[in-house]
Nanobody, 118 residues
Framework: QVQLVESGGGLVQPGGSLRLSCAAS????????MGWYRQAPGKQREMVAR???????NYADSVQGRFTISRDNAKKTVYLQMNSLKPEDTAVYYC????????????WGQGTQVTVSS
């Protein structure tokens, strides 16, 4: 069984930073692309960042230059460092895992709330 468990969400003021973590169980981490998605109230879930096993990354335009995705293969953990947070970054953030070459997530975490507010 594959489990993705997120942590690190919370309340932060505009301009602040948070780091999300996602720990993966099972053997997928060594081959799967890992990513972060988010869903704000009343909006569709959207891709925030992805990181392939080869180290390639891509980001949504709205977070480019402010967010950084990274992975620690030994710990089977993927991170999302979020800097210069804005109120519009408020959402539930989900960790996702995708088979190689596939952009649609096969596995999802339970989500962690990020709220950016003064």
């Amino acid at each position: 069984q594959v489990q993705l468990v997120e942590s690190g969400g919370g309340l932060v003021q505009p301009g602040g930073s948070l780091r999300l973590s996602c720990a993966a169980s099972g053997s997928i981490f060594s081959v799967f692309t890992m990513g972060w998605y988010r869903q704000a109230p009343g909006k569709q879930r959207e891709m925030v960042a992805r990181n392939t096993i080869g180290g390639s990354t891509n980001y949504a335009d709205s977070v480019q230059g402010r967010f950084t995705i990274s992975r620690d293969n030994a710990k089977k953990t993927v991170y999302l460092q979020m800097n210069s947070l804005k109120p519009e970054d408020t959402a539930v953030y989900y960790c996702a895992a995708m088979p190689p070459g596939v952009m649609v997530p096969r596995y999802w975490g339970q989500g962690t709330q990020v709220t950016v507010s003064s």
